[in-house]
């Protein structure tokens, strides 16, 4: 059997902000701790972070403002582009726009989704967005981030992997969001090389409930 662990999984990254998570990943296709290459990155807010980043590791990006512009049109912008791409997966790291169930269908395979997304919080706890604020001010003692595929519900698809921290009581909000984002990225890039290379093992379960299960 050929061993494929170290061939390059191609992937296009969507982010709107900071872009911590894109850092981190493309951070981790460096020290080959990630067989991926990131064929493109796709934007929605023109000035964000995430842009710099990709200049950094001289990955192509494209950005497509979403004001002004129905669903509908700024996806179809999206899926020009797309056409033009090689990749097998799209990561959202940090994308603050809901994505069309038509534009989600496009990209199901064998049942499951080639969209991935990383949520802050233990869903289905603390959907949409500042989880981990929620959860601070819900006085929620654990919080953490959920890496799932994407299905048409928001926040809801089928969880690929969760990791939790503990909120402490002398824990600021500051000091919560911090610990999440740093966990986040550690935990992002782990995943989706188990994701890509076949550590992980899709299984249904029944035909209620699905899951991921480690190989
Ligand atoms: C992260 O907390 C992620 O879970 C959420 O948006 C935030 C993005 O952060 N979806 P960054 O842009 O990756 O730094």
């Known amino acids: 059997m050929i061993d494929q662990s170290n061939l390059s999984t191609p992937i296009v990254v969507f982010a709107s902000g900071r872009?911590?998570?894109?850092?981190?990943?493309?951070?981790?296709?460096?020290?080959?701790?990630?067989?991926?290459?990131?064929?493109?990155?796709?934007?929605?807010?023109?000035?964000?972070?995430?842009?710099?980043?990709?200049?950094?590791?001289?990955?192509?990006?494209?950005?497509?403002?979403?004001?002004?512009?129905?669903?509908?049109?700024?996806?179809?912008?999206?899926?020009?582009?797309?056409?033009?791409?090689?990749?097998?997966?799209?990561?959202?790291?940090?994308?603050?726009?809901?994505?069309?169930?038509?534009f989600i269908k496009k990209f199901q395979q064998n049942g499951f989704s080639k969209i991935i997304n990383i949520h802050p919080s233990l869903l289905p706890s603390f959907k949409g967005v500042n989880g981990y604020k929620q959860a601070y001010e819900y006085g929620s003692k654990i919080?953490?981030?959920?890496?799932?595929?994407?299905?048409?519900?928001?926040?809801?698809?089928?969880?690929?992997?969760?990791?939790?921290f503990e909120i402490k009581d002398t824990m600021s909000l500051e000091d919560v969001e911090n610990t999440g984002i740093k966990i986040e990225n550690e935990f992002y890039p782990i995943t989706l090389q188990n994701l890509f290379h076949s550590k992980w093992n899709l299984q249904s379960v029944s035909n209620e409930r699905s899951k991921v299960v480690f190989q």
């Open 19 to 102: 872009g911590s998570n894109f850092e981190s990943i493309c951070e981790s296709i460096k020290n080959k701790a990630l067989h991926a290459k990131v064929s493109a990155l796709i934007v929605n807010v023109k000035d964000c972070g995430a842009i710099e980043i990709a200049k950094k590791y001289n990955i192509p990006f494209y950005i497509f403002e979403t004001n002004g512009i129905s669903r509908n049109e700024h996806e179809k912008l999206i899926m020009t582009k797309l056409k033009e791409i090689q990749f097998d997966w799209i990561i959202l790291a940090g994308y603050m726009r809901i994505l069309s169930s038509e």
């Open 143 to 164: 919080s953490g981030c959920t890496i799932h595929f994407v299905d048409e519900e928001c926040d809801h698809g089928m969880i690929i992997s969760q990791k939790s």
